[in-house]
Every structure is written in C-alpha cells, then in structure tokens.
C-alpha cells in the first residue's frame, strides 16, 4: 500500500508508523525548503496566507515539525521530479520491496 499524508507534526506520523509492522512502513521526506515551496505554488496559496487570508497554514502561521529519522529523504530542490522518483524506485529495489 502507497498513501501520502500532509502530517507536519511528527506524533501524527509516529500514530501512523505505529499502525503498521517495523518493515512495513517507509516514511520519505519530500524535503523542499519554505523558498522553493512558495515558488513553486501554482494556487497562490502561500501568498494568501503570508497576508492571513489562510489561517493555519503549514510552514507560515502553523508548525512544521521536521522528520527526525525518515528511511528517505528526498531534496527536491536539488533534483528533479524524475531524480527524485529514481531515487525512490532505487530504495525500493534496495530493501528488494520490488
């Protein structure tokens, strides 16, 4: 199974980790730093929350609890989408998942 959660706090992806088997659960970082997020933002979203037309928004009015110890962690200002998913697909194959 393959789910992606927007979790900033890391006790909701510790409840998630908790839920599954030690070798069943990979926790990949898709680490973009706030810079690169906001240019990146093709809604705008950022910016209306920058001027508090979007209360609780993650990494402006609300926290962003880095993961401390990801299996991956994937610098997605430093690659593209196409390096990034290689490198996925390489940890995959790697703890032979496929």
Sequence with gaps: MLAAFISPYEADRAMARSIFAPDEFIEIYVNCSLEICEQRDPKGLYKKARIGEIKDFTG???????PRSPELNIE???YTLEESAECIIEYLIQKQIL
């Design 60 to 66: 402006i009015s609300a926290p962003y609890e880095a």
């Design 76 to 78: 997605t200002g430093k």
